[in-house]
């Protein structure tokens, strides 16, 4: 059974760095065929994609938030950790991590269920 | 970078058929993928590589991709079936549509 579970704090000052960590299991972070992605949404808005990981450490980022932006993993803790510098009420948004399926044509076929992170004074 | 246009909203009698377009330019060359999410969840995937359709999803969700428009159809629509839907793409990365929030009248 495939599971995501995204983790970090609900809530941030401005200015300050934000990290989440999105803990799977049910797959293997060296499985060649998958990757995860880190996807946001701002309450009544789009889905927004911010970055990616492969199991060869092939990273990719947001181009409006690639210098924000820090994606990596452990691949013996099943870890995928993405950092967000410079935090600002913009940023307001759930989180979520989900898994890429490279043979469906790069779906992402399973999520976590989100976390909800506030960024306020 | 390689953008998705969806239309804001769609409604569709209850039994009847809804169609979403996805429109991108000579988007019918790459496999789309399409989500569902209801309020208060996590995007689920409905559609993948055009018109897959992953396991527990009923048949009444397919799709199709041609020139710059992809099409996610909903058959014999359902109340069960109101949700945002939003097509993806991969240009290198990750690319999803704008969204459009389907409504069962």
């Known amino acids: 059974q495939v599971t995501l579970k995204e983790s970090g704090p609900v809530l941030v000052k401005p200015t300050e760095t934000l990290t989440l960590t999105c803990t799977v299991s049910g797959f293997s972070l060296s499985n060649p065929r998958m990757g995860v992605s880190w996807i946001r949404q701002p309450p009544g808005k789009a889905l927004e994609w911010l970055a990616h990981?492969?199991?060869?450490?092939?990273?990719s980022y947001s181009t409006s938030l690639k210098s924000r932006l820090t994606i990596s993993k452990d691949t013996s803790k099943s870890q995928v950790v993405l950092t967000m510098t410079n935090m600002d009420p913009v940023d307001t948004a759930t989180y979520y991590c989900a898994r890429i399926d490279i043979l469906t044509g790069y779906s992402h076929d399973y999520w976590g269920q989100g976390t909800l992170v506030t960024v306020s004074s | 970078s390689y953008e998705l246009t969806q239309p804001l909203s769609v409604s569709v009698a209850l039994g009847q058929t809804a169609r979403i377009t996805c429109g991108g330019n000579?988007?019918?060359?790459?496999?789309v993928h399409w989500y569902q999410q209801k309020p208060g969840q996590a995007p689920v995937l409905v559609i993948y590589r055009d018109s897959n359709r992953p396991s527990g999803i009923p048949e009444r969700f397919s799709g199709s991709n041609s020139g710059n428009t992809a099409t996610l159809t909903i058959s014999r629509a359902q109340t069960g079936d109101e949700a945002d839907y939003y097509c993806q793409v991969w240009d290198s990365s990750t690319v999803f549509g704008t969204g459009t929030k389907v409504t069962v009248l």
């Open positions: 000579d988007i019918g060359s790459k496999n």
């Open positions: 990981i492969f199991s060869n450490d092939e990273k």
